[in-house]
């Protein structure tokens, strides 16, 4: 039987994307003087099938869960952090959290797989495939099975939502994530784990220097294994397979995706190693501070709207950009063009 997630994506308008470009022309300005705002409008016009684009309808999914690498001090915070940061995300005083209720989104809370055996109470979605993964520097973080109930649980949070979106972010928490992350865009073939390898948390040059050997002997046990969705069972984090299939299922339904930074785009990289079609429904919002982040944008021709040095994840740097997207929305529907002006056109 296929599975769901190499079912079709929807695609884009390319006839009204021409629409949009022909209405930029009449706007009462200099072509192209508004700069990139205006392919954003274009893109938008070409995702949503309609003149008029709109970002009003947000909804925010931060998935969270533990690695067992972390156990291999890779990360300058313990591994308690990741289901103590659940709970503020739901009390409300996380960066996520803060910027959600500024641009009026909606926020989901996912526990994918923390290492707490003790339930989140609601709001918090509370579905662990297991609590945290195995230790990549000597077993796969998953099985295969759970990998593909992972990929399930992220579309089952798009599926969920009571009115379609007119944009998704997918946020992540997990203390050693970077570790995974770095470890998958090696092996999807991005650059060298040295190259891609970063501080994360705040480590130090020795603590990096560390967390390269880790990786790299992550690496050295998978060997040439190739099939994406076994890699992200063998490196992978519950909560980057989950970030996967949320992507995935977005794409299929034709919504607009923004990615936030370095773990968020390799999760975006495995959608669309897993379903090309999904690299139409990609937005980049930031180019993160960590190293391997411009790697993998490189590695999927992205060209991120901002570049603020944001390294915190949970999908803060994708939801600050939200105004980028809202304001290419406004100035290409509320605009003049030259005939309703009466200003010449040259």
Request: charged fraction near 15%; proline fraction near 3%.
């Amino acid at each position: 039987m296929k599975e769901w997630f190499l079912d079709s994506c929807a695609l884009p308008d390319p006839d009204m994307a021409e629409l949009s470009r022909q209405r930029q022309l009449q706007l009462t300005k200099p072509p192209g003087s508004l700069g990139r705002l205006e392919a954003l409008a274009i893109t938008l016009s070409s995702m949503q099938g309609k003149l008029a684009p709109a970002v009003d309808r947000v909804e925010i999914a931060v998935f969270a869960g533990d690695h067992g690498i972390a156990n291999e001090a890779v990360s300058a915070f313990p591994q308690a952090v990741t289901v103590e940061m659940v709970k503020n995300f739901v009390r409300g005083g996380a960066a996520i959290s803060v910027m959600a209720r500024q641009i009026k989104a909606g926020l989901t809370v996912i526990n994918a797989g923390t290492c707490s055996e003790k339930a989140f109470g609601a709001p918090v979605v509370d579905r662990p495939i297991a609590f945290g993964t195995g230790n990549i520097t000597t077993e796969a973080a998953m099985t295969y099975e759970q990998c593909i109930e992972a990929l399930a649980l992220g579309k089952s949070i798009v599926d969920g939502y009571e009115s379609e979106p007119e944009l998704v972010i997918g946020g992540e928490m997990g203390i050693g994530n970077t570790s995974s992350a770095t470890a998958l865009a090696a092996a999807f073939g991005v650059s060298t784990a040295a190259k891609l390898v970063g501080p994360g948390t705040g480590l130090n040059s020795e603590g990096v220097s560390h967390k390269l050997k880790m990786i790299e002997m992550a690496l050295a046990r998978v060997g040439k294994e190739s099939n994406t969705i076994s890699l992200l069972a063998e490196l992978g984090g519950f909560e980057i397979a989950a970030l996967t299939g949320f992507y995935l299922r977005a794409a299929q339904r034709g919504i607009t995706i923004l990615v936030d930074g370095f773990i968020s785009t390799v999760a975006a990289q495995a959608a669309c190693r897993i379903n090309e079609g999904v690299r139409d429904w990609l937005v980049f919002s930031h180019i993160s501070a960590e190293p391997g982040h411009q790697l993998v944008l490189q590695a999927l021709s992205a060209s991120p709207l901002l570049a603020l040095e944001m390294r915190l994840g949970e999908g803060s740097g994708a939801a600050v950009t939200v105004s980028l997207l809202r304001s290419a929305c406004a100035l290409q529907n509320e605009m003049a063009t030259f005939a309703e002006a009466g200003v010449s056109d040259g």
